[in-house]
Structures are given as C-alpha cells and as structure tokens.
C-alpha cells in the first residue's frame, strides 16, 4: 500500500550505508509504477554531503526520502531532511510491507516504519523518525522526532521517546517510561525508570555517560 | 639508571593508604567546573582520599564540606550534580552557607539538643579554590597555599584554556585494573604513543620525547643531595605543566568549529596539561575542544578513569553541540582503552620481587617525581 497517493513519478532516495538499501526496497515494494533512483551520499572529510545534484530536479515532480541512520545522534538525517525541505521537496513517510499500522496513525514527514513493525492504536511517530524492522510501539506512545529504533526494539504502552534518540536492539521501554531526548539506549534490556535527555547506556562504559547542562 | 619505586608502591594496601593521607587529603585536587555550579543551590559531589564531598553553590559563593549529615551520616547530596538545597532526604536537616543544621524538623519535640551541643554542630568545611573555570578542594585542616603546589605560569595556563571551556559537559567512566601512578608514568612518557597508540593517535600526531639537558642535570643535581623545604617546593610545581606538545597537521575545518569561540592561545599544537598527581587535560584540536581526565585511586591495583569533554565556548545556539561531544567521548575511548591496557599490562606483571624499572635519560622528569614520592611515604619530609 502507498504511503503517498499523489501522481509522482519519481522518487529519489538519498543517504548512505544498510538503510539506503532497505528504503530503496521498501519504496520499490510499495510504488511498484514510480522510478525509485538510488542515489548515495558522498561527503568531504568534514562530513558535509554534496547535495549539488538537487539543483537538477524539478520538486513538483520528484519526492525524496532522507535515509540516513543515527549517526551523530540522527542529526545527518535531520540535516539531510531539512536541506530538501528548504528547496521545496516533498518528504512523504515511508511504511515497508509486512508492518502492521494501527488505523489512524499519524507519521510525520520522512518517517520510515520497518518490515514487520507494530504500531499500536494511538501512537505518535513525528518526522524523520525511523522504525526498525520488528519493533512494535505501543499504545498511545510517542516516538519524537529524528528518534531512530533499531529492529526489534520494544516501546511500551504510553512510553515516550524523545527527539534524536536512538533504541537499540533487545531494549525493552516499560510503558509510561519516559525516555528524554538525544539519548541512546545501546545496553539490551529494560528500562523501567524515566531516563533524562543526553543520557547514553553505552556497552563500552560500565555506567551511563551524560552531558551535564 | 634504575627507578626509586619499588613494587609495594603499587602493590600494597599500606602505601595506597598512606597515600591516601599524605597526597589526597594534603594536595590540592582538581573537583570540578566552575560552569555546572553557577546557580544557587548548584552542586558537585564526589569523593577525595576517601572522603564524602560537596561543593555547593550558596547564592553566588562556593562552599566545599564533607557530605555527610550529621544527624544518621547519610549522604547530603548524591548524583555528582544538580540543584537543590543542603538538605539530608533522611530526616531532612537543612544546612546552611556555614555548614550548620540550620532547621532540624521536630528539633524541639524530639531531638531537644541543648544549646551548646546545637552549637557544635556543623559539617567540616574544606578549602576551595577555582583556577579558571577549574575547581580544586583541599581536604587538609591546614591547605598549603596553592602556589607551593602549581608554579603561576602553569596556574595562568590552566586558567586561560578552562575559561574558554564551554558549560556543556559530556561525562563518563572507565574503570581499570592498575594503579593510579601508572597513568601519570605514562602520561609523562612522550616515547609510548608511537608504540601504544599506532593506528590511533600516533597515525595523526607526532610526539616527542626529548632529553632537555638542563632539567636533567638539575634532576639529578636535587637527587644527588637532601632537599631541603624549598627545593621540595620546587620540585612539586615542576610535576605540573602545560604546553603545546606536538605540531598538528593539516585537518578539516568542522562546521561546528564555526560555532565555537576557538581558546585564544590555541594554536595548531596537540597541548597536553598535567596537574599532579592525577589531572590530565588535552585539546587535540589547538583549542577548539578539550578533554579533562582524572586517574582516582580505588585500590591499589584498580583505577577509574574519569573522563569529560568539553567543547570552547558556544558563540551562538547550536542544537547539535550533544552530538559533537558524544562523537568526542566515544572517538577518544580507543585511545584511553589503548592506555589503560598498557597499565594492566604493567600491574599483573608486578609482584613483591618484581624488578624495579629502568630508566633512560628522557625519563627525568619521572626520577623527580619518584624521588619526591618515595621521600614524601618515607617519612623523608611533610607536606
């Protein structure tokens, strides 16, 4: 089923690394009649993107989608979104086959849900958040923008993930947790306190790293 | 020429207690940043040589007391930082700027202290001194003046790069199985990079470990008679240090760089600060960001490494400051992780007839450390 019900014909979707692959798959299954065109980001050694391509296109008629992944906190996709954004690009979200969307759902611009995914009735997924394949969000959850959950993640009824925070695989939110923003949860397991912004359980250190102020 | 330090210094539960004493609790030691405690009611704590400590932010005046309430002897203030009054959670004690319970709930109905006994009570306070942005404690009853322990050159640098520290502070630890002195020995080895650290730092600075031939004479001319309370004082500021260590080479401009308000001294120099006897601080990137990091002895063989980043100070709202010094924390782990395994490699080869070490001629400036260490446990001289 399409996420976009328009007549575009094509679509380019641009980032770098395993999800540009999956979201040219997804694309290519959901809108078997549009051009998907692969297109992968080069950056300078400062991590820039060239993004002189775009100047050749026509954002009336080509949709993009931004398919980066959560490097640098998900702020190369946020970039990546807002940079076509501002050129006048349409960004629809993407729903791969095999998830299960709850009806009334609402994705933002750029949200990508994942093969075999489960969202729940009432759930919130805002823009350029992605949903890994396998995960399932629960009822009425919120998953912030630019958020990024890997693939079997499991968010809890009414939890909340904030903005630019990356879930791991094999973490487990409780419901009502409150998971803050810019955080990442990298450590399998559960979470069943609320855990504040700029928070990172890192397999690396034996204790959470923060950033104060 | 051999080394002065024998395998019990860094084997012995006894040395790592006296140490405790005579180093940690008499040293000026390096707390914390100035820029987390800038609001009333801001605090710090952690513990020194063993001892529970606070520092606390009384309207405007910083104030560092034993956080330990004197009623049951919980701690006060937990969590390493935040924002809320001297209150115990036990029984609630409120202390005051001077350290006194000043409300005691219920104090009338069931504690009914008398007068002189609800005089007496107050938490011991400790010196406090901020060099820049830079927050030492001093746990002594009577602190050596701080200019004994840092020269005003070193003190001038530090104060110059912490006040081009931002407020934003990435923080983490990293334990390991070595003792503390380890860190310092190899951090003020110029030699180990290019052997400990070849695919990491050493693939993009050089150093250097050069035999400056006036400051080994002077090492060992102090070596070869008795110092006296003077050359003591000497020899212990020139543990501590700051300077540009090694040439960077060319590097890509970040657009966060654009962001920042680059440290005015920097230049395009690896620098590298020691503070003795366990503060280490470097900006790899001649003063666009800094990494502060602390060796706290937990045991003798066993160390935490604490680590910060910071960046320079924001010129202008950047939303994505978090992501850089998280890219900073966990781009500089390989190198720590590269040194804290050398470390472990040198404590599980020690035991109690372990051969002491050998140093070469670029090592002079350890000699003097050691020769101050060893005499300082000896019982040779006080601080």
């Given amino acids: 089923m399409s996420s976009d019900a328009s007549n575009t014909q094509t679509k380019l979707v641009i980032g770098a690394g395993d999800f540009l692959d999956l979201a ?50 998900n702020f190369k996709r946020l970039e990546l979104l807002a940079y076509c954004r501002m050129r006048g690009y349409r960004l ?3 729903i791969a086959p095999g998830a299960v969307v709850a009806p009334g759902v609402k ?86 306190d609320d855990i504040a912004d700029k928070t990172y359980y890192n397999p690396n250190y034996p204790d959470p790293l923060r950033i104060f102020n | 020429m051999r080394s002065r330090m024998r395998p019990e210094h860094y084997l012995s539960e006894a040395v790592f207690a006296r140490e405790q004493e005579l180093l940690f609790r008499r040293l000026w030691i390096f707390f914390g940043f100035k820029t987390l405690l800038a609001r009333h009611n801001d605090y710090l704590e952690r513990s020194i040589g063993g001892v ?111 006040e081009s520290w931002d407020g934003e502070i990435i923080f983490g630890r990293m334990p390991g199985r070595y003792n503390w002195k380890l860190a310092f020995e190899n951090l003020r080895d110029g030699n180990h990079p290019r052997f400990v650290h070849p695919a990491t730092l050493a693939k993009h600075v050089t150093f250097q470990a050069p035999v400056d031939e006036a400051a080994l004479a002077a090492t060992e001319a102090v070596a070869a008679g008795t110092p006296g309370p003077r050359e003591r004082r000497e020899q212990l500021r020139g543990f501590s240090f700051g300077v540009p260590d090694a040439p960077l080479g060319p590097r890509p401009a970040y657009d ?47 160390s935490e490494l604490l680590v910060w980043w910071v960046l320079a100070g924001k010129k202008d709202r950047y939303p994505a400051s978090p992501a850089v010094l998280h890219a900073m924390m966990l781009g500089g782990r390989p190198v720590l992780e590269e040194d804290i395994r050398v470390m472990e490699l040198v404590q599980s080869g020690l035991h109690a007839g372990a051969p002491v070490a050998s140093q070469g001629a670029y090592e002079y400036l350890s000699r003097s450390v050691e020769q101050w260490y060893t005499d300082l446990m000896d019982g040779r001289f006080e601080l």
């Fill in chain 2, 52 to 162: 529970p400590v606070v520092v606390q932010n009384f309207n405007g005046e910083l104030k560092a007391f034993e956080n330990v309430c004197l009623h049951r002897q919980a701690r006060i203030q937990t969590g390493m930082s935040g924002r809320r009054p001297l209150l115990c959670r036990y029984h609630g004690w409120g202390y005051d700027a001077a350290g006194r319970p000043e409300n005691i709930p219920f104090h009338d109905q069931i504690y009914r202290f008398g007068a002189e006994e609800r005089a007496a009570l107050c938490l011991r306070q400790f010196a406090l001194k901020t060099v820049g942005n830079a927050v030492f404690v001093n746990l002594a009853a009577e602190p050596m003046p701080m200019a004994w322990q840092f020269s005003a050159p070193f003190m001038d640098s530090l104060r110059s790069c912490s």
């Fill in chain 1, 24 to 73: 040219c798959e997804a694309w290519r299954a959901l809108e078997p009649d549009t051009a998907i065109e692969r297109i992968a980001l080069a950056q300078d050694d400062a991590y820039r993107f060239d993004l002189a391509f775009l100047a050749e296109h026509d954002p009336a008629r080509v949709t993009l989608f931004a398919a980066c992944d959560d490097t640098f906190l």
């Fill in chain 2, 256 to 302: 966060w760089h654009a962001h920042v308000e680059r440290w005015p001294e920097g230049g395009d120099y690896y620098y590298n600060w020691l503070a003795y006897p366990n503060l280490h601080i470097a900006s790899p990137d001649g003063g666009y960001s800094f990494t502060i990091e602390q060796h706290v002895p937990v045991a003798p063989g066993q």
């Fill in chain 1, 92 to 94: 629809p979200p993407c």
């Fill in chain 1, 107 to 192: 994705l933002g611009e750029n949200a990508f849900v994942g093969h075999g995914a489960v969202l729940a009735p009432s759930c919130r997924v805002e823009h350029n958040a992605v949903i890994g394949a396998g995960c399932s969000v629960g009822f009425a959850a919120r998953i912030g923008h630019s958020a990024w959950l890997e693939a079997g993640a499991v968010i809890g009824d009414r939890a909340e993930i904030g903005a630019h925070t990356s879930v791991g695989s094999g973490v487990v939110v409780a419901r009502g947790v409150k998971v803050g923003k810019l955080c990442e949860l990298r450590v399998p397991g559960l979470h069943r």
